[in-house]
């Protein structure tokens, strides 16, 4: 079993930035695929960014490529979440997920493992 526990989130104003971070205990995640999900208020739950367990492939949502960075730290068995020129948009709950095989899918099925999430928000 692995648990999540994200951090990082809180207010800020547009144009400004984040960095959510994503502790894992119980097991390591070195040979687990990590991504980022969030979920607005009122919307389904959608895919932000996603690192494979090599951290070689990257995966982004068209809404967040070259603001948002997905990183991995294995000794410390995180992974972050950078989050440049925040709009308010980018308002939502972040959820990291940790995927068994491997691959940093952006199908939320593919995860096996769920953090409770961390609020952001950006105000305008």
């Known amino acids: 079993q692995v648990q999540l526990v994200e951090s990082g989130g809180g207010l800020v104003q547009a144009g400004g930035s984040l960095r959510l971070s994503c502790a894992a205990s119980g097991r390591t995640l070195s040979t687990y695929g990590l991504g980022w999900f969030r979920q607005a208020p009122g919307k389904e739950r959608e895919f932000v960014a996603a690192?494979?367990?090599?951290?070689?492939?990257?995966n982004y949502a068209d809404s967040v490529k070259g603001r948002f960075t997905i990183s991995r730290d294995s000794a410390k068995n995180t992974v972050y979440l950078q989050m440049n020129s925040l709009k308010p948009e980018d308002t939502a709950v972040y959820y990291c997920?940790?995927?068994?095989?491997?691959?940093?899918?952006?199908?939320?099925?593919?995860?096996?493992?769920w953090g409770q999430g961390t609020q952001v928000t950006v105000s305008s």
């Open positions: 690192i494979s367990w090599t951290g070689v492939y990257t």
């Open positions: 997920a940790a995927d068994l095989y491997g691959a940093g899918s952006s199908g939320q099925h593919a995860y096996d493992f």
